[in-house]
């Protein structure tokens, strides 16, 4: 059967005057109707970059150097800027990272929604505002405050407004770049519930990128662990959570000593992610990595499957 989403060995590059940062590179995942799946990693292993690449956001100096972005069977990957334009908002929607400062401070909520319905959905402002304030009911904002503006309002209530905007030309994909961070753990839950509901009542698809374990393992039927880049485990919450076998995943699941409790990293993990301009030889998590072996050094890892459902890149995981 066909994906929704199919993310083929996406390879994206940045070209910068220190030379190319591979930050996306051979990354493959699917998504099905309905589906969550998580993108978890440190800071600066690609997260932000692929959901730019899935969107055709990448800022200049960035290119898809290679790879398919299938959706429902087209590729992405080789529509024009216009043709792209029809997916965006309407078919895959993003919230980005640290959104709410992003909302317009001197535009009112409601004006920010109707602009986009009216430009991507072309409805009329009569339409547009009666479908402002229905988003606003949904992601459980008084509609009554649809003319106020930015700055009255709580950061949670201005990422749900973030939400709602994502929602705006009803995609069948939604995705959240860290949309949690930032708040407290309370408001927190209510915006990962909101998700939750979405995804029931709409039944939406969600790529939910966080650097966060226990935010992933409750909202998520999937999980995509990178590092510098690369896929370095993939598979079910549970088995990459509970039965996680990188050394990587499992730095970061020891790192979150109670994933349905408290919300914070408690220990980071020592050294830190490789420069990917330069990035080490053979499997790049070696240098951080107390089992690594002479072959580790040598030859990078390819994700095997190791189990069902379970997939792992490193030489110390047999088949
Ligand atoms: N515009 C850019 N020019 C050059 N390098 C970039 C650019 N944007 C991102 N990078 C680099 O690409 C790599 C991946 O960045 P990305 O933003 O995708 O990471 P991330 O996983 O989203 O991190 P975070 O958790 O901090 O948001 C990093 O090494 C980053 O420095
Ligand atoms: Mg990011």
Redesign the pocket.
Known sequence: MMSLLEVKNLKTY?H?KEGI?K??DDVSFTLEEGEAIGLV??????????ALSITSLL?E??TIAGGEIHYNGKNLVELNSNQIRRYRWNEISIAF?GAMNALNPVKKIGEQLTDVMMYHNKLDYKAARKKAKGLMELVEIDPERIDQYPHEFSGGMKQRVMIAMALACDPKILIG??PTTALDVMVQAQILELLEKLRQELGMSLIL?T?DLSVMAETCDKAVV?YA?KIVETGTVENVINHSSHPYTQKLVKAFPDIHGKREMTESIPGSPPD?INPPTGCYFHPRCEQATEECKKTAPTLREIAKDHYVACHLRGE
């Open positions: 940045f910068t940062v930050a996306v990693g440190e800071s600066g292993c690609g997260k932000t970059t692929t800022p100096e960035g990272q770049d860290e990128i650097h990178m880049g990917l």
